[in-house]
């Protein structure tokens, strides 16, 4: 499965008041794995920056002029997104500067060269309501380092939202339904592990490091859950009763 996880920084909030593109990235993402596939673009949008977006991402004017204009890269960013799932966070925004952007080169909306567009905010909404989900405070939840993000950057923020994306649905796909595709081939992958003799299997204990990255896994788990997790249960449950 392949996967972009998508940025983007403008001149402003709305492009129908005439904002821009000024920045966009993506990073590549197959089968839960970064590939180190990236694009990042700047590009040249014509017009200042509000005060307020410039704030946020620091991209002056003067530097953005040595960059081409969106239509000079429209179709390099089509390439790299197409087929693809696109992972954003807040997606309405981003889309809608893209296909703003698109309809000015005469192109398709940013969507119809997609798999499909996934919000990320909304997911991390579902997963914990009523608490903070913008990206700094996730990567604070998942134990993501975000501490040399001064400014947003379109590539940065594909980078850590990337990192954010995989904690959050860590356990959410089962190894079978990754590699088959239908019920059948299921049925079959699972009566072939059936005849595999797990007594041979060899047992790999986890190393020092290991279990100290797992016991601070659970430690922002359930300080984000705010309760134990099930495995401090058992745990707990497991050395009260010998």
Known sequence: MRQIVFDTETTGLDPAQGHRLVELAGVEV????????????????GRDSDPEALAVHGLESDFLAQYPPFDQVAEQVVEFVKGAEVIIHNAPFDVKFMDAELQRCGLKPFAEYCDKVTDSLVFARELHPGKRNNLDALCERYGISNAHRTLHGA??????????????????????MQQYENEEDI????SEFRRIDLSQLPILNANAQELAAHKHYLQHLSEANQSPTIWDQVDHESTNNP
């Open 30 to 45: 197959i089968n839960r794995t970064l590939t180190g596939r990236h694009l990042h673009l700047y590009v040249n949008p």
């Open 187 to 190: 049925g079959d992958a699972a």
């Open 155 to 176: 590539l940065l923020d594909s980078e850590l939202l990337a990192d954010v994306w995989l904690a959050m649905t860590r356990g959410q796909e089962s190894l079978v």
